[in-house]
Structure formats: structure tokens, C-alpha cells
């Protein structure tokens, strides 16, 4: 791709990772006159979260995640969390389609692969548990086609490896989805990234650090360093998007807009084991999502997955979560003390005052032994081979921190749009379920930010044509609901 400098631009995209490649995409294909830049850090795009291998590349549908369906004290089970993902990977699905309708873009067999998504629990509280929870999830459309088992012999043939030296007398029971997926989520912000390079008024620049951002009279000027010469240059920008991941909460700060006060970062940093041996992976094409440990959070659902990536497919086992200060996989110690400030350091106090239950599961889990984690891996797969599995680092989340009027400060699990009233800047804060409803999340920043373009009549028929159906409808309408998802599954060789 080549590098030209083009000191002003209509949007500067932060960050050349998933959410970035998304937006600017999208906007190229709502205008395609908007002259954009993305400046990323380092040498290539995907080298943080969107990588493969620092995400699980799930397509999160809430088909197999137990936490997007909790139970209440009664024992209901509520499933509005998971039929809003299901909707919004339905939206990224409709996306990504029309994409692989043009001959620029690349084929979906890249970076998405039909794998089933299986639940797994143990203990006769989990087994009722899952069984009202699909007794619940089958009466919306999204997921009527799910399967319930308390059987081993169809365990074992849904997840053989599993299944191999398990206690015969252990209570379990699982759930198939065979329409989950696996997702190469880095392939494809590198097929996005090399789309946007082919068309006009687009750059994408590496090794460019923004290090400063101040509001000008028709938006921003940004501050930028090549980390590789030293030299420093500036763009000025109508638009300016933070998609920078872990590294969006210290360029709102930047910013100084009254939105991002408050804000605070609280790092989550993970591990996996992972298997290439092809004998052991040939006997798992699942992604099996169990329960969490108590007190353990959401993030930290343990799973065993089938990954499909450059096309080899391994085992991917975890994520076992540790605390640390950084909030990039590639950044400083530093990180998190730099982000304090005197408007968040109240909401950031009230976190550790009343987390301090998540401190200590963190620290537990970073102390763990090989032997340890093996352990947890044991519960889902008996007979393992310690020889088969390599320790690998994940990417970063960093969980957000914000104000409460009750408490002080809380910690949310989920992402966060913070975008200035104006319209002219917006960063993307937290971590999930992140990269497969990135295009729900940019459609709702197109709205908010773009409002008058969005309303005009040019921008609507193209949102119209791109995306069939959005995520309320997809809720409510049933027979719309699978003719959709039957034409997506079809554009991305699925079906
Ligand atoms: C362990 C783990 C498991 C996950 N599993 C899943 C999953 O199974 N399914 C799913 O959908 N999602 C998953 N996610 C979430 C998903 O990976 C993220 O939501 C998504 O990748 C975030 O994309 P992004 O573009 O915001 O950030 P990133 O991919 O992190 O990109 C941000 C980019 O900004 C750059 N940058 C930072 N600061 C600057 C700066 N000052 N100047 C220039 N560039 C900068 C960085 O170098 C980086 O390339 C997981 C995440 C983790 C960590």
C-alpha cells in the first residue's frame, strides 16, 4: 500500500483494526468521494485484539455463551442479551455478504468457517440451568433450531473429544447450534484494509503514532509521529474516529471533550492453550462454551474451540485472564497509570473498593501453575496429552471504568460509544462481544455522528441495499429473520 501524506482529510480513523476498517469501509460505500485516512501504530494492520490469535474468533450469536442468558433468582432465564447479538451478527453477516458480492473483495472461506457452537455444563444445578435455557432460547426464531442432550452416546458423537474418559456416572448435558462460526477476524480487517487501498481518496499509513489532539474551527488537528524516522506531521480532519482498542481511552483523554471525563481503564490481560497436533484436532470440530468459575468474570468463560486460521485448523483452549497495567498487548507498564486523572480517579477507587473479589481472581489465575491450567483444560478434554498444548498470550481488554451516582464508579463488561455532542470526534471503549457486532456498533456511530448524511435520501437507499433487514426487525419478524440469514449464509459459504 502506499504511503501519501494527505494533511487533510474528511475522517482520520485511530487504529487499523477491525472497528476502523469497518467504519471506513463503510462510509467509502456511503460516500465515495470522503477523502480518509487510517494511521495506524504499527507495521501492519490486525497486530493487536483483531489479530487471530488474540481473539477466540467466535462469531458471538448467543448461541453458546452461557453469560448472555442469566438466570434469575426464580430460575427463568432471560434471553434478550443473547437475542440482541443474535441480531447484530446477522447485521455483520448481511455486511460482510454484499462485500463478497464484489469480485475486489476477496472470498469468505478467508475469514469465515461454519463450526458448530456447543454448550457444556456439569452438576445437576447446571444441567437445569441449560435445559431451561433451552427451553427458553427455542421459542424465538433466532435459535429454534438449537439441540438439547442429557445423552452421552450423542455427546459423543457432537464432541468426541470431550466425551473420551469422562466419568461415566458424571450429570451433563449439552447444546449444538450447527450454524455457529469461526472467525478469522484478522483476515478479514486485512481483506477490508486492502479493499479501501483500491479505491481513491484513501490512505492507509504504518508506523504513524497520533500523539496529540486539539479541536480546530472545522474539527480536529491531530498530531502525528513515524515511530520508525522520528518525524512528526499533522492532519486535520472534519471527522476523527479513536478505534485504537485498548489505546482509545488515553486519545479521548486527549481529546479533552466533556464526554470522555470520567472514564477509566481497568486492564484484563489473557492466555490460552493451544493444540496443532492433527490427530488430537481432527476429534474436535465444536466451539464448546462452559460456565465460568464462581466469581470469575464474564470474559473468563472457559471454552474449547475449533479454529480455523490461514487455512490450518488448531484447538484453542481458554482464555485463563491475569491482570497487568498495559493497555495494549504491544504498550507500556505505564499504560494504566498515565490514564489517571482527577476526574476518574474517584469512579477508578470505587472499582477496586468494590471489586476486589475480581483483584483477587485475576491475581489467582496469573499465579497458576502449568499443571494448574492443564487442570481446567481436564474438565473439558480427560485424556489430554500435556506434549499436544503451548501457553500463547492473548490480546488485551481493558473493561471500562465509569462514573455511578450510587456507587461512585463502576465496571462495565461491555463496549461503549462515547462521541462528542458535535458529532466531530468519537472513540470506541471496552471489549465485548467486540469484533462480530463491530458493524451494528459503527452503523449506531454512522447515526449518531453522520445524522444529517444518514437522514439524506442518497446514504438511506445505500444503507437499505447493503442491509436488508436490521437488528429490531430481525427480532420481530420471523419468516424476514430466516429468508435473510438464508441469503447471507449463502453469499458467505456458509450453508
Ligand atoms: C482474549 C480475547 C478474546 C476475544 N474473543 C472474541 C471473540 O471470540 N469474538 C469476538 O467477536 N470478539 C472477541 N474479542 C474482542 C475483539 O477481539 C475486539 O473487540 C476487536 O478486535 C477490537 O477491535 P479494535 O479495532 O477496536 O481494536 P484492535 O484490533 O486492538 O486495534 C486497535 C489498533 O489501534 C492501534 N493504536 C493504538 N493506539 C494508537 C495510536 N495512538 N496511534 C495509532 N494507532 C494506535 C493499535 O496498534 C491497534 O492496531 C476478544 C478479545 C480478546 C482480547
Redesign the pocket.
Given at each position: 500500500m502506499t504511503q501519501v501524506n494527505h494533511e487533510t482529510v474528511d475522517v482520520l480513523l485511530?487504529?487499523?483494526?477491525?472497528?476502523?476498517a469497518t467504519l471506513a469501509v463503510l462510509l467509502k460505500e456511503l460516500d465515495p468521494t470522503l477523502k480518509l485516512e487510517i494511521?495506524?501504530?504499527?507495521s501492519s494492520?490486525?497486530?493487536?485484539?483483531?489479530n487471530p490469535w488474540?481473539?477466540?474468533?467466535?462469531?458471538?450469536a448467543g448461541l453458546c455463551e452461557l453469560n448472555y442468558t442469566p438466570q434469575a433468582a426464580d430460575g427463568s432465564v432471560d434471553i434478550k442479551k443473547a437475542v440482541q447479538i443474535n441480531t447484530q451478527f446477522e447485521v455483520s453477516k448481511q455486511f460482510w455478504s454484499y462485500l463478497c458480492g464484489k469480485s475486489a473483495f476477496g472470498s469468505p472461506k478467508n475469514f469465515i468457517n461454519p463450526v458448530p457452537h456447543l454448550s457444556f455444563v456439569r452438576g445437576e444445578k447446571d444441567v437445569v440451568f441449560l435445559k431451561t435455557r433451552h427451553a427458553a432460547l427455542t421459542q424465538h426464531h433466532a435459535f429454534a433450531s438449537m439441540e438439547y442432550t442429557e445423552d452421552k452416546a450423542a455427546m459423543a458423537e457432537w464432541m468426541p473429544l470431550m466425551m473420551q474418559g469422562r466419568d461415566a456416572n458424571e450429570r451433563i448435558a449439552a447444546t449444538r447450534s450447527l450454524n455457529g462460526t469461526d472467525?478469522n477476524?484478522g483476515a478479514l480487517t486485512n481483506q477490508l484494509l486492502q479493499y479501501l487501498a483500491q479505491q481513491g481518496g484513501t490512505t492507509v499509513s504504518y508506523s504513524?503514532?497520533?500523539?496529540g489532539l486539539k479541536r480546530t474551527a472545522d474539527g480536529w488537528s491531530a498530531e502525528v509521529k513515524n515511530t520508525k524516522s522520528g518525524e512528526q506531521r499533522e492532519i486535520k480532519a472534519k471527522f476523527v474516529f479513536l478505534?485504537?482498542?485498548?489505546?482509545a481511552l488515553p486519545?479521548l483523554q486527549m481529546s479533552g471533550i466533556p464526554e470522555g471525563k470520567g472514564f477509566g481503564g481497568f486492564p484484563v490481560s489473557?492466555q490460552w492453550l493451544r493444540c496443532d497436533n492433527p490427530e488430537v484436532v481432527k476429534q474436535h470440530q465444536a466451539k464448546v462454551y462452559s460456565q465460568a468459575e464462581v466469581g470469575a468474570p464474564p470474559?473468563s468463560v472457559p471454552h474449547l474451540d475449533t479454529r480455523v486460521v490461514d487455512g490450518k485448523t488448531s484447538l484453542l483452549f481458554g482464555?485463563y485472564a491475569g491482570f497487568t497495567t498495559k493497555f495494549?498487548k504491544?504498550g507500556s507498564f505505564l499504560d494504566l497509570p498515565l490514564s489517571v486523572r482527577p476526574s476518574n480517579i474517584g469512579p477508578m477507587l470505587a472499582v477496586a473498593r468494590d471489586n476486589f473479589d475480581l483483584t483477587r481472581y485475576l491475581i489467582k489465575e496469573v499465579l497458576q501453575s502449568p499443571e494448574q491450567r492443564l487442570e481446567s483444560l481436564r474438565k473439558f478434554y480427560p485424556n489430554l496429552n500435556p506434549a499436544d498444548w503451548r501457553l500463547e498470550i492473548?490480546?488485551?481488554?481493558v473493561q471500562i471504568i465509569k462514573k455511578d451516582a450510587k456507587k461512585g464508579g463502576i465496571l462495565q463488561f461491555g463496549t461503549e460509544l462515547v462521541a462528542a455532542e458535535d458529532g466531530t470526534i468519537a472513540a470506541?471503549l471496552g471489549?465485548?462481544?467486540?469484533?462480530?457486532?463491530t458493524v451494528s456498533i459503527m452503523l449506531n456511530l454512522i447515526e449518531r455522528c453522520f445524522a444529517a448524511q444518514a437522514g439524506s435520501d442518497a446514504w438511506a437507499a445505500k444503507l437499505k441495499e447493503i442491509f436488508p433487514a436490521r437488528e429490531k426487525v430481525l427480532e420481530e419478524d420471523a419468516a424476514l429473520y430466516r429468508s435473510v440469514s438464508e441469503q447471507s449464509d449463502k453469499a458467505l459459504q456458509l450453508a
Open positions: 485511530v487504529g487499523a483494526g477491525i472497528m476502523s494511521a495506524e501504530l504499527r494492520g490486525a497486530i493487536e485484539s483483531s488474540n481473539n477466540a474468533g467466535t462469531g458471538h472467525v477476524f504513524q503514532k497520533v500523539t478505534g485504537a482498542g485498548g489505546g486519545l489473557g470474559m482464555p495494549l504491544y492473548a490480546g488485551q481488554r470506541l471489549a465485548s462481544p467486540g469484533a462480530s457486532v
